[in-house]
């Protein structure tokens, strides 16, 4: 079993490398090679992807991911920036399920903005594509606008899309999820405005004639940003698109009040996967010791779980985290008073002993 | 100074009645002409928005609409939908600056779900552009895709687009009214994927050398999504185009706990304006008196200050409303123990005494 580790820029470093040291605890035998990503691999070879990284990631059953991006690389043009590493893999691995959960951790209730009754035992399972939507869609660019409000002046343009293969993969993926937790999927689009999601909603619908075991939802986009708020424990697995899904998702996880602890894996048809924390890359806090390296660990047992097939030792990394969370060990983003803050080595060491 | 009122579907009726009342006990000599919108319409005239209710909206200095919508639509086909005379008459009157504040009162503070010290106090103005992007953009449809991940299959797309007087005149708007407030505006884009997006960006940097004294921040939208949870009150005026801005407005409008309470604003260049509470036609609670009106007074509020030059009834009305709050009257949707539960008529009957 191979895995690419890529640390990639800020705290990436930091965190990947507690999560390593995390699975080199359970002598699982796997090979694990590293390679630069992001503005770390633009400093090394002048690009946010090279070649041989992306080479080695696609002979790896599975890619350990830190975090990417940093201010200083904000002037760089477009195609030489560290986000366009992690397009590059999402779409040459194909990689077109993430999963997102948004859990909201007994022991952390309190740091949620919201009030705890909302929040308290929530878990809910954002899938979003990965690989379509208006990220990867063409034509896109800079022209001479011909009609609109002011043809003849300057515009910009981009396409979203969706094919009925790509709707009904990521549909099946979300309502077989969905069977293994609270049976109800809420897929949200914005059917009322766009060709794109009218035709989403249609074939979710279609493909949710194999699962008439799930309760299926349709839900607009902007009611789903406001239920979220509202009452996000009414929702079990949400499915939706590449560009909503990511405004979503973040919403989602900022939720709990702890996006240091929440993991996120992105598949392929061939289980491959990557897997990195929810949160970014930090530059703020690299270098200090002090970043929560527990969300990189539990993208770590994700992985084992779905692309290593070591549901075992995953289920042992997540207890040993909840047993960390249950000795009162805290990295600074989640300390309250009572608690003992620890920096990032610590808490990695503390999971390992909790093995 | 003439009105066209359109109450259209669901709860739209009793809250635009209670607005007139307001209205009409200013004594300010407005004409007010009523006529049908939304599934209403459709059911009159066989269209969500006949050539009249058109003509109307268009010869009146301003619009007081209702809300628009119900469920027993949602199989017609799209053009006949309720949704389509909001957009028909946003599109048609060019109203492209929609004005979004998000607004936590004193006394309802405690119905956020939110703590309450992340949102006493809150004030946000959220400004969307109303009348692009890829709500209009065309060509828009299903096709058989040339290329992509299926080449051969079914898909439906939607083209996003801006052009650069679109960008500046909003980035105008929301500088001038960032002006008479806190004098920071926060642009929210997704630049890093988007050309439309970069191009929003690079335009609104531009415009941002005219007012100099008004902080300008940018913000990618998935961002945004969770700054608006993590900490609102960091935002004075947010400005972003018309996809981003439906998503973030009612997440933050959500934010508030009141959305009963939030009006709304469109404005064409000529001042002209579309006025129109931030919620729904609530079809569930339709007929049965308990909606709450205030939403749409405030609205006839934002209306005389903007599109009638009536500052000083404006001021009148915010402050009957600020009364009737502090005499403890509250709609079911605002209620809670210790104030006093009262009807829409009521509520209304209420801000005409408190005149
Ligand atoms: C970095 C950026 C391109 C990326 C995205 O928008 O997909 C990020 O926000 C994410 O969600 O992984
Ligand atoms: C009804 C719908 C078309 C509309 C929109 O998306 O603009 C609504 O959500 C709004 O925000 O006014």
Redesign the interface.
Same mark, same amino acid.
């Given at each position: 079993m191979k895995i690419a580790v890529l640390p990639g820029d800020g705290i990436g470093p930091e965190i990947v490398a507690e999560a390593v040291k995390v699975l080199e605890a359970l002598d699982l035998k796997l090979e694990m090679e590293t390679a630069p990503v992001g503005g770390a691999a633009y400093e090394a070879a002048g690009h946010p992807l090279p070649e041989s990284t992306l080479n080695l990631a696609k002979s790896a059953d599975a890619i350990l991911f830190g975090a990417v991006g940093d201010w200083k690389y904000d002037t760089l043009a *477009?195609p030489l920036?560290p986000?366009q590493a992690i397009?590059g893999l999402r779409k040459h691995l194909?990689l077109?399920a993430n999963f997102r959960p948004a859990i909201c951790y007994e022991q952390l209730t309190h740091a949620s903005? /919201?009030?705890p009754e909302?929040v308290a035992g929530l878990d809910i399972l954002i899938i979003r594509e990965l690989?379509?939507d !208006? &990220?990867?869609?063409?034509p896109?660019? *800079?022209r001479t606008?011909a @009609?609109?409000?002011?043809p003849g002046?300057?515009?910009?343009?981009?396409?979203?899309? &969706? $094919?009925?293969?790509?709707i009904e993969r990521i549909a099946r993926v979300a309502f077989e999820a969905a069977r293994k937790r609270n049976k109800k999927v809420t897929s949200v689009d914005?059917a009322?405005? /766009?060709?794109?999601f009218?035709?989403?909603k249609d074939v979710v619908t279609e493909v949710h004639k194999d699962y008439p075991d799930v309760e299926l939802q349709h839900m607009y986009?902007?009611?789903a940003?406001?239920q979220?708020?509202?009452a996000p424990k009414a929702f079990d697995v949400i499915v939706t698109g590449n560009?909503?899904g @990511? !405004? /979503? $998702? @973040?919403?989602a996880?900022? /939720?709990t009040g702890s !996006?240091g602890m929440l993991p996120s894996a992105s598949l392929n048809d061939k289980k491959q996967g990557l897997y990195e924390p929810s949160h970014g890359s930090a530059p703020d806090i690299a270098g200090k010791g002090v970043a929560n390296p527990l969300a990189t660990i539990l993208s770590a047992a994700m992985m084992l779980r779905f692309s290593l097939n070591q549901e075992e030792a995953a289920r042992r990394i997540e207890a040993a985290v909840q047993q960390v969370l249950a000795q009162g060990l805290r990295t600074p983003d989640i300390y309250s008073d009572g608690t003992t803050k620890v920096g990032t080595a610590q808490m990695g060491d503390a999971v390992v002993k909790a093995l």
């Open positions: *477009r920036r986000e397009l194909g077109f903005s /919201l009030k909302l690989t379509g !208006i &990220y990867f869609g063409q896109r660019g *800079r606008a @009609d609109g409000h002011f002046a300057e515009e910009a343009f981009d396409t979203m899309r &969706y $094919s009925k293969p790509e914005k009322n405005v /766009l060709e794109t009218q035709f989403w986009v902007d009611n940003a406001m979220l708020v509202k560009m909503f @990511d !405004i /979503l $998702s @973040d919403e996880s900022m /939720l !996006i």
